[in-house]
């Protein structure tokens, strides 16, 4: 499920409740559902600030998406960060960090609450932003260090070709998101050029192999979306070359896709 898609299904489900005391039974029972939060993580550095109250938050980033794990020890609290966790996690700090929450306002919670748990909840978001932010960021040392990594991957990449069209994938555009973690662990979000290619499950497992042969790659998680749909603006400066293709709108025409 997309992130807007997710949201506009929490929207939908506080629809379906017309007074806000069954809106807060709602959030109650998001609260229960919340797996238990280890009591070694219960520290003080994972309190999120500006909540009156106690609100633990951690974050663990795997294969290029943020995990979540939290409680609180207040019930609608506890309910409110549920909320955001299953929204937010298993998304990439890309997404989360770009993201509006508009969805709060779209189902009246900060209007709904109390001053102080508005504020929490502000806090709450904020402290969600801020972990995806640092989770986007790296040292030099540790970009420097990555950098062989990248080019390496993306070498094993361009060994990849489309079935239909004669361009390798990386400079067909359909490598939408490329990261590596400290722990050389790859995650690449990509598309195809049509949403029914019959060899999708075969260029797939090319790619994992390809990459996963880089030395020094310990994993490869490939995740696919349309969104957006792929279009020939996409193609490299050299796939445009190497298909006689030039910049002119008309000539996209020529690209059989």
């Known amino acids: 499920m997309t992130l807007a898609e997710k949201k506009a299904e929490i929207v939908e489900a506080f629809s379906l409740y017309e007074e806000w005391l069954d809106k807060y039974e709602y959030l109650i029972e998001l609260g229960k559902d919340l797996p238990p939060y280890p009591e070694e993580k219960k520290t003080e550095d994972r309190l999120i ?12 980033l795997r294969d290029g998406r943020l995990y979540f794990t939290a409680d609180s020890d207040a019930i609608i609290t506890k309910g409110i960060i549920s909320l955001l966790i299953d929204v937010y996690s298993g998304r990439t700090p890309k997404e989360i960090a770009g993201d509006d929450f508009a969805f709060i306002a779209d189902i009246g919670l900060k209007e709904n609450l ?6 929490g909840l ?19 040392e540790d970009v420097a260090a990555l950098q062989p990594y990248y080019t390496a991957v993306i070498a094993a990449l361009k ?12 400079d067909l555009g359909l490598i939408y ?11 690449i979000l990509m598309t195809f050029t049509a949403p029914n290619c019959p060899m999708a499950d075969q260029v797939l497992a090319e790619v994992r192999e390809s990459v996963e042969a880089v030395p020094g790659i310990t994993k490869c998680t490939i995740e696919m979306t349309f969104e957006p749909a792929w279009d020939k603006s996409m193609l490299s400066e050299e796939a445009r070359l190497e298909l006689g293709l030039d910049y002119d709108e008309d000539d996209y025409g020529k690209l059989d896709a």
């Open 159 to 170: 060994e990849v070709y489309d079935p239909e069209i004669p361009v390798n994938i990386y």
């Open 49 to 60: 600030k500006g909540c009156q109250s106690r609100v633990w938050l951690d974050a663990e």
């Open 177 to 187: 998101e490329l990261t590596i973690s400290k722990a050389h662990e790859v995650f």
């Open 122 to 140: 502000v806090s709450m978001i904020e402290t969600i932003r801020q972990m995806a932010r640092d989770s986007e960021v790296l040292r030099a």
């Open 114 to 119: 109390s001053p102080t748990r508005a504020n």
